[in-house]
């Protein structure tokens, strides 16, 4: 099973003086199971194209597809694609509006039509799997936490959906590098464990290199790149050619490589290996 886009473009403000092409031809397949970063600079067509995935947005021309089912103007069908399909907005927590935490995550069980036992039971499990006890979070107020907490909270309640495919539009934005780690590998584990789809739009290609097997790079609302990410990367005219930076791991993997052929580096190395590789660029003078 997987998400298809076929051919895909939107328009905005078609028919008027400014009307712009924000996606043109889009082909894209994202399988069921992968670790999937969208990326391209800002304005390239990567939240527009999130959009579609879930029917946010219907395509201008093409067709977008999930697990079979054909996005089209039609409540029912809609109502089916997003029952597969959630997504998480750059700074969810500014949407909060439940008094408490528990309430915030249920939510959309609720409004699914959740049976009581059934919300409790995928609040709960939902907590959890973002690194949250239940007991100590559920009775609080989503205002109380920090900026990492609110963000696994707003997370947690498009998980306790059960949705196959979780879209994250910039999951990890103005959050400090220990909380973005936390989430993202809290996120792989969800996956693994129960193999759903993660879709990471991103425009922190250390993150992207890290985590995403998969990866649809996008340059003026069309696909520059879909396959491998570490293919992508491997490729560095082709990265400079869509505006984007290589990872810190392949700089330094270069970096290293010029000093000495005595260093072997693996390009996907832990930010913990990266801070390791740093001292010992500086310690000979090459950083």
Known sequence: MSIELKDVSYVYDSG???????????????????????????????????????GLLLPSSGEVSV??????????????????????FQYPEDQFFAETIYD?????????????????????RAMETVGLDPGRFLSLSPFQLS???????????IVSMGQKYIILDEPTAGLDSGSKVAILT???SLRRCSGITIILV???????AEFCTQIVVLNEGMVAFQGPTEDFFG??????????ELPESYRLAAAIGACSERFQVDE???NRMLDSLKAQIASRGEA
């Open 16 to 54: 008027e003086p400014f009307e712009f092409f924000a996606l043109q031809g889009l082909t894209v397949r994202i399988e069921e199971g992968s670790f999937v970063g969208i990326v391209g600079r800002t304005g390239s067509g990567k939240s527009t194209l999130a959009e579609h995935l879930n």
């Open 67 to 88: 697990d079979g089912i054909v996005a089209r103007n039609d409540r029912a069908i809609l109502a089916a694609i997003r029952r597969k399909v959630g997504i998480v």
């Open 104 to 124: 915030e995550v249920a939510f959309g069980c609720r409004n699914s039509g959740f049976s009581k036992e059934q919300v409790d039971a995928s609040v709960h």
């Open 147 to 157: 900026g990492g907490e609110q963000r696994r909270v707003a997370i947690a309640s």
């Open 186 to 188: 809290e996120l792989e």
């Open 202 to 208: 991103s425009h922190n290609m250390d993150e992207v």
């Open 235 to 244: 490729n560095r005219s082709l990265v400079s050619d869509t505006g984007l």
């Open 268 to 270: 996907h190395s832990s």
